[in-house]
């Protein structure tokens, strides 16, 4: 497991004790911190990957769960970051792998990776792994339910994707009271909305007084002005 000593070597090194304390108050992180930011945490990755090329799956999860299994947060970042660039080498069968790290990560910056950057690109190329996320969907673990939409995200966010198995999601969710899954719901409406304002509006409309106050005002940021305006009337009118 070179590849991880490496990544682990290079991290310990850049790491700064302010930044890691700052990092783990804001995180409320439960891990260890060495203090280095996301863009030279990818840029170790890719260093590491240029001297020491990974080119088979079973390499990959070697590295990958020898990254993992030291609780730092510096060094899940690196793997989640080795599983961006390779992503590539997975298969079906690595979908139980995938949501053991979500049920472990605890946390939106590594469960958001993951969910965007490796298992959206999967189901992509894949359209049979949304059997994954329909079970995702309904899972107790709240980060696992975040993911399933987050998995969606690339695809809508271009103009295309599964805008009604995201919305089948969402409708379920949109009573919850975890912020996280609140936000979430926000957040794709809101990307979404970049290139198809209208669809986000007829999905909202008839849903503007289940929304929390949070998914609301992420779900219309990006839309019109004269759409934001007339959705934020109908929600005070009910409200009134």
């Known amino acids: 497991m070179r590849l991880a000593r490496t990544i682990d070597d290079t991290l310990r090194d850049l790491g700064t ?19 280095v930011a996301v863009p030279w945490i990818r840029r170790t990755v890719k260093e590491a990957l240029r001297e020491d090329p990974v080119d088979d799956r079973r390499t990959l999860w070697r590295e990958v769960h020898a990254l993992w299994s030291v609780p730092v947060h510096e060094r899940r970042m690196a793997a989640v970051e080795l599983l961006v660039a390779k992503r590539a080498l997975l298969e079906g069968d690595d979908d139980g792998a995938l949501e053991a790290l979500l049920r472990e990560a605890k946390t939106w910056a590594l469960v958001d990776p993951l969910a965007v950057h490796v298992m959206g690109p999967l189901v992509t190329r894949d359209p049979t792994r949304t059997t994954t996320l329909d079970r995702w969907s309904t899972d107790g673990d709240f980060w696992l339910r ?37 936000k979430c719901i926000g957040w794709v409406l809101r990307e979404v909305a970049n290139r198809r304002p209208a669809l986000v509006v007829r999905w909202l409309r008839p849903r ?29 009118k009910h409200l009134g």
């Open 17 to 35: 004790p302010e930044r890691a304390e700052s990092e783990k108050r804001y995180l409320k992180s439960a891990l260890t911190h060495y203090g």
């Open 146 to 182: 975040r993911a399933s939409m987050l998995a969606l995200l690339l695809d809508l966010r271009r103009g295309g994707g599964d805008f009604e198995r995201f919305g089948r999601y969402a409708d379920a969710m949109l009573g919850e009271r975890e912020f996280f899954i609140r």
């Open 208 to 236: 503007v007084m289940r929304a929390s106050a949070l998914t609301f005002r992420e779900a219309t940021r990006n839309l019109p002005d004269r759409d934001r305006e007339a959705l934020t009337a109908l929600r005070a």
